[in-house]
């Protein structure tokens, strides 16, 4: 099964982030990290954005797209960080 990606979601039923959030109940800004791949979202956000498509949350790829940095400690210049 081909998981499809929320913004082509969005794109392919006309609806703004702003639209999304509303009838997901979700707030704004977290609809736009998770569009923006910065917020992976939790299940029970997954199954509301879900069914705003009439999908099931396993039909839709999450997660982030950037890569993860870590940016605690000093950076290697200075030795061993925690």
Known sequence: MARRVLAELCRQHGLTPELLAERACLE????????????????TERERIAAVFNLTREEIAWGHRHEVQH????????GRTP
């Open 28 to 43: 704004l800004a977290r609809v736009l990290a998770i569009l923006e791949g910065r917020w992976t979202p939790s299940p």
């Open 71 to 78: 940016l605690y400690g000093h950076g290697p210049q200075f």
